[in-house]
C-alpha cells in the first residue's frame, strides 16, 4: 500500500512561504491523511469491477472511512488545542514517546 504526498509539499511550501511574511507559524501544521479508495475489492467483487464504479457514480470506495478517520483523530487534537489554548498558545505540544 502506498500514497502520493505531492499536496503536503505544495501545502508545507505555501506554508512556508507565508512563515517568511510573519503570517503562519509553519511548526503549528498538522497533516492528516487518509485513504478514500481501497486497494483490494470487497469479497464477491472483481478488482475491474472495483475500479469501474469508482469511475462512475459511485464514487472512491472508501471516501466516507476516510472522511470518518481524519475527524475522530483531527476533532482530538482540535477539541485538545481549542480547549486548552492558554497552554498552548505560546507552546508547541511535543510528541510523545
Not at 471516501?63 to 485538545?80: D, N, T
Request: hydrophobic share 40%; charged share 20%; glycine share 4%.
Amino acid at each position: 500500500m502506498a500514497t502520493t504526498a505531492e499536496e503536503d509539499v505544495a501545502f508545507c511550501q505555501a506554508l512556508a512561504l507565508q512563515a517568511k511574511a510573519g503570517r503562519v507559524d509553519p511548526n503549528r501544521a498538522l497533516v492528516l491523511r487518509t485513504s478514500s479508495n481501497f486497494d483490494m475489492p470487497p469479497p464477491g467483487q472483481s478488482a475491474a469491477q472495483l475500479l469501474s464504479d469508482e469511475a462512475n457514480e459511485k464514487g472512491y470506495s472508501a471516501f466516507i472511512p476516510s472522511v470518518e478517520a481524519a475527524y475522530q483523530v483531527g476533532s482530538v487534537v482540535v477539541r485538545e488545542l481549542a480547549t486548552h489554548w492558554d497552554r498552548y498558545e505560546k507552546f508547541i505540544p511535543a510528541a510523545q514517546k
